[in-house]
């Protein structure tokens, strides 16, 4: 007889600019099946679960996951998305990798052509979509199941259709303004849907059942890719059927720090995982348990951490293939008690971070019933990126192009063939060398930070998910600039005046964090979402 499985959920309303609901869901298994699934959408969750009922394993449940917010949430990410990174933990091999499907500048790019401004909007601002390739390879190397069998929930939402809210309609209201005639034109032939209709995205799902059954070259050559780069240069662009047919996703060895006993991993440059890693390095050197949450020496101590971890990116940071660097030299144990010296002689100096970034993305935290772990993080860039669809495809284009920085001789200048550093940083944690938690977010170089605040409410505060995913945040981009959430106290706020830092509370610092941990003498999981109840399930 099969001994019960209990589910206990909990959900709160929390006042945010998103109107999100914040949901606990935990666990009791006394049996053999129970997994984890987080992420942004309910559509998502379900194709997830479907999945795993299935036999599928984490790596297919997070693609499918992924594919359904690609029809459910093409502002945030899409099949012809800019790129992502996936974090792996496999159960069988006992090892952590990594997937980059980086956005890479076009092998036409010429300075005289792009700019900060043609890189935002436009045929100019569209590089090879990384999407199919990432999520390609990592059901290739890890997965269990087809794309076919994985992508059935997404095609069947966009050839079927979905319903028209209030929220999807503003969307596509934000893509016409960012859009030009002939891509409006590609992407809603019959203009905006009303509120309360169906929105079919058939061409959209006939490029998903392709994939299926032909693979991702049925994407990256041939006809398709054919059309892509013949639109977009008719309308000015300089993508080419070359950029596609040598675009591929990689796997490497992800970055890791061992931080008061944990190992943590998260993919390497040109992700961001690395910033946060350096964060928690420096804060090492510091006993936050002896430090009160999310207090004023607590933020001091974070945003000091936070400029010398920002500055080291700028100074060194962007595509390995063309940037040297040494990413055991920033990590080593070394760097940290050199920084904590810099903080505690009052010596951090202050960046000039650039250009504020948007902070459309998405993210998918699955762990199965074997305990495999997947934390999975894709982008448009901002919203729609490019704004570009090309007709009859039902695609649009990201704009992983603006994420260079154009001021020459910087490490994440443009170049051809160059990936572009983003700030997508999933991560997973193991304790003695067993899975213990997975995580992530969107949220532009809100990522960065918080992720390293995740990891230490987490480890340092012996928080909940629940209570991490709801914390009091800060967010620091190498100068004096820094943002708290309102739930700060003035006290702390004034102390942090007085600091020299420049304060500003916001009511959300980045976007819906997912958290899932392992218990690992019980096995029971405890997943949270900002997403609300309805985009976390644990059995």
């Known amino acids: 007889m099969k001994k019960l499985i209990l589910i206990r959920a909990l959900a709160f309303i929390i006042s945010s600019p998103f109107a999100t609901s914040l949901a606990l869901a935990q666990n009791i298994v006394n049996g053999e099946q129970h997994h984890a699934i987080t992420t942004s959408n309910p559509e998502a969750k379900k194709a997830a679960a479907e999945i795993l009922q299935k036999g599928g394993n984490a790596v297919d449940a997070a693609v499918a996951a992924l594919l359904t917010l690609t029809v459910v949430q093409t502002s945030n990410v899409g099949i012809a998305g800019y790129g992502g990174s996936i974090i792996i933990y496999s159960a069988k091999d006992k090892k952590v990798s990594s997937i980059d499907f980086d956005q890479k500048a076009p092998l036409k790019f010429n300075t005289e052509t792009f700019n900060e401004k043609t890189a935002t909007h436009g045929y100019l601002a569209t590089g090879v979509p990384g999407v199919v390739s990432g999520l390609s390879l990592a059901l290739k190397n890890h997965g269990t199941l087809s794309w076919k069998v994985v992508s059935q929930h997404a095609y069947e939402l966009a050839n079927k259709g979905i319903l028209v809210d209030e929220r999807l309609k503003r969307s596509l209201e934000s893509f016409i303004k960012n859009s030009d005639p002939v891509s409006i034109k590609a992407y809603l032939p019959n203009g905006i849907p009303e509120i309360g209709t169906i929105w079919t995205q058939k061409d959209l799902a006939k490029i998903i059942k392709l994939i299926g059954e032909k693979g991702p070259d049925a994407f990256y050559k041939g006809d398709l890719a054919k059309k892509i780069a013949k639109h977009i240069q008719a309308n000015g662009g300089v993508l080419t059927e070359e950029d596609f047919s040598k675009y591929q996703a990689t796997e490497s060895e992800p970055v890791k720090i ?37 207090g004023f020496e607590y933020f001091n101590l974070f945003a000091q951490a936070s400029k010398l971890a920002w500055a080291d990116r700028f100074k060194y940071l962007g595509d390995p293939d063309f940037v040297k660097f040494s990413t055991s030299d920033l990590l080593s144990d070394k760097a940290g008690i050199q920084n904590a010296e810099k903080i505690r002689h009052e010596e951090v100096a202050s960046v000039d971070p650039g250009k504020p970034e948007p902070l459309h993305t998405v993210n998918v935290v699955v762990i199965d019933k074997d305990q ?39 490490p994440n200048y443009p170049q051809p063939g160059k990936r572009v550093q983003h700030n997508m940083a999933p991560t997973i944690v193991l304790k003695d060398g067993k899975p213990y938690i997975g995580l992530g977010l969107p949220g532009g170089r809100y990522i960065v930070t918080v992720t390293s605040q995740l990891l230490i409410d987490l480890l340092d505060f012996n928080q909940t998910p629940e209570q991490a995913v709801k914390a009091p945040r800060i967010h620091n981009e190498g100068d004096n600039k820094i943002k708290l959430s309102k739930s700060v106290s003035e006290t702390d706020i004034n102390d942090l005046k007085l600091k020299g830092f420049d304060v500003q509370t916001v009511g959300e610092l980045g976007g819906p964090a997912n958290v899932a941990i392992i218990n690992q003498s019980t ?14 399930e644990v059995k």
């Open 523 to 536: 096995g029971v999981i405890d997943a949270a979402s900002q997403a609300g109840s309805a985009g976390v």
């Open 372 to 410: 495999n772990i997947v934390s999975l993080t894709a982008t448009q860039g901002n919203s729609y990126g490019s704004g570009v669809s090309v007709p009859g495809t039902g695609l649009v284009f990201g704009h992983g192009i603006s994420r260079f920085d154009y001021t020459s001789g910087t």
């Open 258 to 294: 061992n931080y008061r006993g944990y190992d943590i991993y998260s993919p390497p440059v040109p992700s961001a995982g690395l910033t946060s890693l350096s964060i928690l390095k420096t804060l090492e050197n510091f006993d936050l348990k002896k430090v009160r949450p999310f």
